[in-house]
């Protein structure tokens, strides 16, 4: 029924839409957004375009047709077809060659390599614009540079005047970071075509007026695999085809999540790409819901940190989107929607973050080529107020549908854009303007980094992404104070406690506060203050906000996340102090003194690692109790190293950035060896998505390992003859025991292959390879596993893996806990330190901050199999009704008192007490050597909370965090936090790293309480 209005509309909308909209062009300020009568069309790719499109509705004049051209190429060179053509996704390189050709055909367009991925593929930027702009795009760029930081025009209003006036804008669009999001290539491909050869007053002036910076592929290793699984696909058209597992080398979908981290290369490219050029906006193409969800003016809660300027250029940019494409008929274009605009994490927060615009779709597609009937969702069809004209229950839905949508939505975008670049041009610099401004109009001043910070190696790295961020980073050049505000407290109710704690709290606090020469100064009055704003600030997300779906992350702060000293500053005599700029961040490691044994304090850096690998002949010890050395203090677990000629330890300790001391004797302190253990890290057919960061870190830290999956373990009898540690980083999505298990299901289907064939030359990359996705770890893999803990190994797992070496019974004296009202969504959380004799705690501090979404809550139990410390007939703490007053004990008429013995009591990071009655034939009572050892716990509850979202907190305060549990002759180390995530936690990557590297020795330092 639907289908045959449509039918009927076509016809309307073919012959007499293009009338009604030129008699608007009529109007000066409005060009119809129409074709040019005068110029040829391309009759053969026009009318494939229409035989693509599945309804009338699902295109717009703007791309209805194809403008001919006898010296230009259209994407049927590359293609074979038109663009958006069902069967053909064409790989990055097919993709580029295009690009090339029309840079070759025409001198509107020109393409520039703006870097590799990880796998050493190539990204590039095409510019397409006027050949007059083009040729001047330097000369553009020095304006442009201008208004990006006006410290160069003395923030003068006027000169950014007259610079406006002169200076084209950037449009930078980037296309499919999300591998199975497949249609943006082809869509740019036809795009920088349209804006090339268009010769319609409408594509001119965006041609004439902006230069359009185009990525088709950010994803690009990415893109090949998932063109190959396509390809696949093809060839089995009656098979299920395997799941794309991996996308980049590392990650999948979170390679939209890394812009704060900037540890993938492509969002290092792209910000490269995007700040170099000085563009204005950088627009990013995703695909998931119908038919065009521009989430450019998202839901709330806004980013705190992001200038209102930009929050109301988006809602501006993007309610104008949708209007356009609503009077062009388009069903299911809207904005607002579900999307919260608060962590700066994606992609395209570069621009946000950098004084740009920010801008993101979301079109409709189906994962590849086939063009398929969908059924939608309710919640995707219902009529809400930001969706007035929603899509159809049941859709026809084609790529080229999607390639109308998108090509449609950036043309009618470079036009508003165009149309009101002055505004957004001024805005650019407005915003880069209060950047500078900001110790004075809202602060703070700077941010300070000690320079006595024990942890200069973790400091180095944090300094190193602000670098990658384009952040300019000082070092005082001598000691400096500045004033600290007072710390305003909640007013308490009663008057005279108030008096009391104030004046106690006026002696206590101090007043200012002194850093010592070659302390870190990041000032705030600079152009990109604001990315080191939102990185170092910490983040509050209310639990009674209206938004109870966090889109991603509520907390990041990476001061604590990296476990580096940050002071944010307010006063801005800060900025007075005496500075240098730091061109460029380099470890400042290195040896001091003379000897021919080093010692290395222990500060949790994970540079020691490093070194253990790089090194791997010395002879390394780890100090069981701290000491002192050279007259210097040692931490337990320092380092003392034998067997290395000097020149090789001096370049070791530059390359890593840690700080030596050379001693000419050993210090008298018990130690244990710290060997170079045999490492396998095993990964699911499931998701590879969590563990990828993982696998990221240990290669940035030269780690060496094994990559096996859950079927190597399987297949695998004896574990221990190859490895000493097994890691089994979280799966991702909270995924069950039953899943881990069992795989995909298998009673039904075809297998689903992940290695490399003809039809699929790039799949696996450089990851790992299976003749069948399906099977998982298996019965076998499960008693692999407990047979290599039983010998001797240790097994390490986080999140959804500790909850998986649980349900395995690995752990007996440990169980889950359940919650009621927990939500912590990507939260940093105060953590304790409980057993800081453990080698796994070696170089903490008692108190440090750790990321957590959600985690697992360990109860500890002195009873195998059961909660001990529950008991029939309830548990009463409070007196029974009687005599006297309720301090008093029970009485009992005709006897004399009896006293209560006492009720042992224990916290929650401890094992409660074992009651005589339970040991009467306790045959199930855990012995305290085969309790776990908390190593690690979450804070009291009111320390927990340190950035970001917690709810129901005092269900998971107190208890455990990381656990050693002896199993065997081995051990299962339990993380309820996740340490390794997104390149943001590196404060907690030694955690995993000292189990490691003391992997024979965790014993250390143990004391057993039998109680
Ligand atoms: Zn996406």
């Not at 699902?58 to 069902?86: C, R």
């Not at 702009?133 to 410290?151: G, I, S, V």
């Not at 906000?545 to 580096?564: C, I, R, S």
């Not at 901050?849 to 008991?871: E, Q, V």
Request: charged share 25%; net charge negative; proline share 7%.
């Amino acid at each position: 029924m639907i289908r045959r209005r449509q039918t009927r509309s076509f016809l309307l909308c073919a012959s007499l839409l293009p009338l009604l909209l030129s008699s608007s062009a009529a109007r000066a300020d409005e060009t119809a957004p129409a074709r040019d009568p005068k110029q040829a069309v391309n009759e053969a790719y026009t009318a494939k375009i229409q035989k693509y499109t599945t309804a009338p509705v699902f295109t717009s004049p703007l791309v209805d047709y194809l403008p001919a051209s006898k010296n230009v190429p259209t994407p049927e060179i590359v293609l074979g077809d038109v663009s958006g053509a069902p069967g053909i996704l064409p790989y990055a390189e097919d993709v580029y060659k295009y690009m090339r050709l029309l840079a070759k055909a025409t001198p509107r367009v020109r393409v520039f390599s703006i870097g590799t991925t990880e796998e050493g593929r190539e990204m590039i930027a095409v510019a397409v614009s006027s050949e007059e702009n083009l040729k001047h795009l330097d000369e553009n760029r020095a304006r442009l540079a201008k208004l990006a930081d006006p410290r160069t025009i003395k923030l003068d209003d006027a000169e950014a005047d007259r610079i406006v006036a002169q200076s084209t804008p950037i449009y930078y669009i980037t296309g499919t970071i999300h591998s199975p999001e497949t249609g943006a290539p082809t869509a740019l491909m036809e795009l920088a075509y349209r804006l090339a050869v268009d010769e319609s007053p409408y594509i001119r002036e965006i041609r004439d007026g902006v230069i359009t910076l185009i990525t088709p592929v950010v994803e690009v290793d990415g893109r090949d695999r998932m063109v190959d699984l396509y390809r696949w696909h093809l060839a089995h058209p009656k098979d299920f085809y395997p799941p794309l597992i991996y996308w980049g080398k590392y990650v999948a979908h979170d390679n939209n999540r890394d812009a704060m981290g900037v540890t993938l290369k492509l969002t290092e490219n792209v910000l490269n790409t995007y700040v170099g050029w000085k563009a204005q906006v950088l627009h990013d193409l995703h695909e998931s819901v119908p038919y065009l969800y521009d989430n450019t003016a998202g839901d709330e809660p806004f980013n705190a940190w992001v200038d209102p300027i930009l929050t109301d250029e988006w809602e501006m940019i993007g309610w104008r989107n949708v209007a356009d494409m609503t009077k062009f008929g388009m069903p299911g274009v809207f904005t607002h929607g579900v999307f919260d605009t608060w962590s700066p994490g994606y992609l395209m927060f570069i621009a946000a973050m950098h004084n740009g615009i920010s801008r993101l779709y979301e079109t409709f597609g189906n994962g590849g080529a086939d063009t398929e009937e969908r059924t939608l969702d309710p919640q995707d069809y219902s009529r809400t107020w930001w969706r007035q004209n929603p899509p159809f229950p049941k859709t026809l839905w084609s790529q080229r549908d999607n390639n109308n949508y998108e090509e449609t939505g950036l043309l009618t975008s470079l036009h508003y854009f165009n149309e009101n670049k002055r505004l957004f041009l001024k805005n650019f610099y407005l915003k880069s303007k209060r950047s500078i401004t900001k110790p004075t109009e809202e602060g703070p001043a700077a941010y300070v980094l000690p320079a006595d910070d024990p942890r200069l190696e973790l400091q180095t790295e944090l300094l190193q992404v602000l670098q990658k961020q384009k952040v300019e980073i000082s070092r005082a050049t001598a000691s400096f104070t500045v004033a600290v505000p007072a710390k305003k407290r909640k007013k308490s109710r009663k008057k005279e406690d108030a008096k009391d704690t104030n004046e106690k709290e006026k002696e206590a606090e101090p007043t200012s506060r002194e850093f010592p020469a070659g302390s870190i100064v990041i000032r705030m009055d600079q152009p990109y203050s604001r990315i080191a704003d939102a990185l170092l600030d910490h983040q509050y997300w209310s639990p009674d906000d209206p938004q109870k779906t966090p889109y991603d992350d509520t907390g990041w702060t990476f001061g604590e996340l990296f476990n580096v000293k940050v002071f944010r500053i307010t006063d801005p005599k800060a900025l007075d102090a005496a500075m240098e700029r730091i061109s460029e961040v380099k470890p400042t490691g290195g040896v001091q003194g003379d000897g021919t044994i080093f010692a290395i304090n222990n500060s949790a850096e994970p540079a020691l690692a490093t070194l253990r690998y790089k090194l791997r002949d010395a002879d390394m010890q780890a100090a069981e109790e701290p000491f002192e050395a050279g007259g210097k203090k040692f931490n337990r677990g320092s380092l003392i190293i034998r067997g290395v000629a000097r020149s090789d330890f001096d370049r070791a300790a530059n390359e890593t950035g840690l700080h030596a001391a050379a001693l000419s004797a050993a210090p008298s302190v018990k130690t244990h060896p710290v060997r170079a253990a045999r490492v396998a890290f095993v990964h699911t057919w499931l998701s590879t998505q969590t563990e990828g960061w993982w696998r990221l870190a240990l290669d940035n830290l030269k780690i060496p390992y094994d990559y096996i999956s859950t079927q190597v373990v399987a297949k695998t009898d004896d574990l221990n003859a190859k490895y000493d540690v097994i890691l089994f980083p979280p799966v991702g999505y909270n995924t069950s025991t039953t899943a881990i298990i069992n795989g995909m299901p298998r009673d039904w289907g075809n297998p689903l292959p992940w290695k490399n064939t003809p039809e699929t030359p790039n799949l696996v990359g450089k990851n790992d390879s299976t003749d069948d996705m399906r099977p998982g770890l298996g019965w076998d893999g499960v008693a692999h596993l407990q047979s290599f803990v039983g010998k001797g190994g240790v097994l390490l797992t986080a999140t959804d893996t500790s909850r998986f070496a649980l349900s395995i019974g690995l752990a007996d004296s440990v169980s889950l806990g359940t919650s009621q009202k927990m939500n912590i969504v990507g939260s940093v959380l105060g953590t304790r330190l409980v057993d800081a004799a453990s080698p796994i705690a070696y170089g903490y501090d008692e108190k440090f901050s750790a990321y957590c979404d959600n985690g697992p809550i360990f109860t500890l139990s002195s009873i195998a199999g059961g909660r001990g410390s529950r008991r029939l007939g309830g548990h009463s703490t409070s007196r029974p009704t009687g005599r006297g007053t309720a301090d008093d004990p029970d009485f009992t008429v005709g006897r004399p008192g009896i006293e209560v013995p006492e009720e042992p009591t224990s916290e929650l990071w401890e094992y409660p007490q074992v009651s005589d009655e339970q040991r009467r034939n306790g045959l199930r009572v855990i012995p305290a050597a085969g309790r776990a050892r908390v190593i690690l716990r979450y804070a009291d509850n009111k320390d927990l909370l340190v950035s970001g979202l917690l709810e129901g907190g005092d269900e998971i305060a107190q208890h455990p965090a990381v656990l050693d549990v002896p199993a065997g002759q081995g051990h299962v180390i339990l993380f309820s936090i996740n340490p390794v995530y997104r390149g943001e936690t590196r404060g907690t990557y030694s955690l995993v790293l000292n189990t490691i590297l003391n992997f024979d020795n965790l014993n250390a330092g143990r004391t057993i309480l039998e109680k």
